[in-house]
């Protein structure tokens, strides 16, 4: 039995980010072809259109940063959380004013 061959391309639910910016792209280019053939003006169609890119531009920044995020967090290598720096020793406990000796010596008036 012959070893299966890998496929060359994801599959496609390996990349639903891909898909999603595909499919805007198509519709930033298809909503001012519709309102040019609807009788609107070209201005308001190149309106639209920018108002649409803009909008597919941003959310595909933020799907990418998403995945770069998942995938930072899934490498074996990547630290799980963030070392908590040592206490400085000048500042007493580490537990602040209420933890300290200190609040019981107050005097009152």
Do not use: K, N, Y
């Not at 940063?65 to 406990?93: I, K, M, N, Q, V």
């Amino acid at each position: 039995m012959p070893a299966p061959v890998p496929p060359t391309h994801p599959e496609p639910a390996a990349q639903p980010a891909t898909d999603v910016v595909r499919w805007a792209a198509f519709g930033c280019l298809l909503v001012p072809v519709v309102l040019l053939a609807q009788g609107d003006s070209a201005g308001g169609a190149a309106t639209v259109a920018f108002g649409l890119t803009a909008i597919t531009v941003t959310c595909r920044a933020l799907l990418r940063r998403s995945a770069r995020a998942a995938a930072r967090e899934d490498s074996p290598s990547a630290p799980r959380s963030t070392p908590r720096p040592a206490p400085d020793p000048a500042l007493g406990s580490g537990e602040g004013a209420h933890g300290s000796d200190r609040t019981s010596r107050v005097v009152r008036r």
